[in-house]
C-alpha cells in the first residue's frame, strides 16, 4: 500500500465520517460472502496462520477452564491438529520455570520467510489466575520463531524489565524486514526490537493513545479488555496500524516508532485515529490497505477500507467471539472461532462452549461491496 501521508490523513477522517453511513448501506444491501469449516481444534483456538504451502498452524493459548492445551498446533496430513514443535515446548505445567516452553501463546504468525512466530505471555491471565500463576517468571515472556517443517527453534527473543516492566503483556506481533513491532496489551504500549542490530525500545508507555475505552455497561464476568493488542503494518511497511478490542484503530509513521531521538510524549502527538470500529477480537490486512475486522459484538467480520468504506464480508450466529484472523497467499481469509463468551470467564454459571472449536474460511473475490480487496500481505500464489 503506497500512500502518501496526506492521503491517509484524508482517509482517517473519510473513515470517521463515511464508515456509519456505509456501514448501514451494506447491512440494507444484506451481501455476505458464503464461508466453510477449514479445521477444527479439540483446544481452545484463537489464532491461525498458514505457510505459502498451505500447511496450517493454530495458536493455543491457556485459557482458563481450557488449560490442558499443547499451546501451538500443527494441522496434519489427517486434518487433525497435532502438537507442534511436539517436544517440551508443549509440556509447561505449573510450576515450571517456562523459559524453554510455552506458557500463555496468546498470539502466532507466519510472515513472508515461512517461519512460525509465537507470542508467549509467560503467565496465565491475572483475571483468573493466582500472582504465583499469573506474574511471569524470569525469561517466560518471550517471542519464539519457529521452523515450520522440523519445529526447530530457530530464534527466542526475550526482554529485560525496561521493555517489559511488571504488568507488561506482549500481544501480537507483525514484522517487516528486520523490524519487529510488538503490542503491551498489559500496561498498554508499543515495542520495537531490531533483529539486525539488537536494539529494542519502549514506546509510548501507558499513554491514552494506548489503551482502551471504558465500557462499564459492557463488562463480563471476570474478564478485563486487553490495552492496544490488534496491529498491523502497511504492505510498504511504512505505517504501523493499532487498536485495543474496544477500538479505535489509530496509526502511526513505523519510522517514528524506531527513531528513539523522539520523546515518547512528541511520539504521541504523531498518532492519528485512523478509524472508529465496533469492539474486536482480531484483524487482518491486505495489500490494498483494506481491514479485516473480526467483530466481537456482531458475530461478523466486516471490511474497513482506507476510504472510510464498510462492507459485511460474512457472519454467522456460531461467530462466538472471533480472533486473530488470516489471508493466505492464496487469497482465502481463515477465522477462528474462540467462543469466550461462552465460558465461565465471561461470567456464564457453566461451560456453553461447543467443542471442537472451528477455524472458518472464506474465498476472497476481486471486489467485494464496491471495495477493491488486496492480497496476502505474504504474496500471492504462483499460476
Not at 526482554?159 to 516492566?165: H, N, Q, R, T
Not at 489503551?211 to 510498504?236: C, F
Not at 474460511?361 to 471486489?367: A, G
Amino acid at each position: 500500500m503506497r500512500i502518501s501521508r496526506r492521503s491517509f490523513i484524508a482517509a482517517a477522517g473519510a473513515a470517521t465520517a463515511v464508515a456509519p453511513l456505509s456501514f448501514r448501506k451494506a447491512l440494507a444491501v444484506g451481501m455476505e460472502l458464503p464461508h466453510t469449516i477449514a479445521a477444527e481444534s479439540p483446544w481452545f483456538c484463537n489464532q491461525v496462520a498458514l505457510t505459502s504451502k498451505g500447511e496450517m498452524f493454530f495458536g493455543l493459548p491457556r485459557y482458563p477452564d481450557y488449560d490442558k492445551t499443547p499451546c501451538l498446533a500443527k494441522r496434519g496430513s489427517d486434518g487433525k491438529a497435532a502438537a507442534f514443535p511436539g517436544n517440551g515446548w508443549n509440556d509447561w505445567k505449573p510450576g515450571d520455570d517456562g523459559r524453554d516452553s510455552f506458557v500463555y501463546v496468546n498470539s502466532i504468525h507466519i510472515f513472508k520467510d515461512d517461519t512460525v512466530w509465537a507470542v508467549d505471555q509467560g503467565a496465565l491471565r491475572a483475571d483468573s489466575y493466582p500472582p504465583e500463576l499469573s506474574e511471569p517468571k524470569p525469561g517466560a515472556q518471550k517471542l519464539v520463531q519457529l521452523d515450520p517443517n522440523s519445529g526447530r527453534v530457530l530464534k527466542v527473543l526475550r526482554f529485560d524489565d525496561s521493555i517489559l516492566p511488571k504488568g507488561a503483556k506482549m500481544n501480537d506481533l507483525r514484522i517487516f524486514g528486520n523490524h519487529v513491532y510488538v503490542t503491551d496489551s498489559g500496561i498498554g504500549a508499543l515495542i520495537y526490537h531490531n533483529l539486525s542490530t539488537g536494539q529494542t525500545l519502549r514506546r509510548m508507555s501507558g499513554l491514552p493513545q494506548m489503551q482502551a475505552k471504558v465500557e462499564p455497561n459492557l463488562q463480563q464476568g471476570n474478564h478485563q479488555t486487553p490495552k492496544i493488542d490488534m496491529i498491523e503494518i502497511s504492505d510498504d511497511g511504512e505505517w504501523i496500524y493499532a487498536a485495543a478490542p474496544t477500538g479505535p484503530f489509530i496509526k502511526i509513521k513505523a519510522a517514528a516508532v524506531r527513531d528513539a531521538s523522539i520523546s515518547d510524549t512528541d511520539l504521541a502527538k504523531q498518532v492519528e485515529e485512523y478509524a472508529p470500529i465496533a469492539r474486536s477480537g482480531g484483524c487482518a490486512l491486505d495489500t490494498k490497505g483494506n481491514l479485516y475486522l473480526s467483530e466481537l459484538d456482531n458475530k461478523r467480520v466486516t471490511i474497513l477500507s482506507p476510504t472510510g468504506q464498510t462492507a459485511v464480508l460474512t457472519s454467522d450466529e456460531e461467530f462466538i467471539s472471533p480472533d486473530g484472523s488470516f489471508i493466505s497467499i492464496d487469497r482465502k481469509l481463515y477465522i477462528p472461532i474462540t467462543q469466550s463468551r461462552r465460558t465461565r470467564l465471561f461470567g456464564n454459571k457453566e461451560d456453553m462452549v461447543k467443542r471442537p472449536w472451528k477455524v472458518y474460511v472464506v474465498d476472497l473475490p476481486e471486489e467485494f461491496g464496491g471495495i477493491k480487496l488486496g492480497n496476502s500481505l505474504n504474496g500471492v500464489r504462483a499460476g
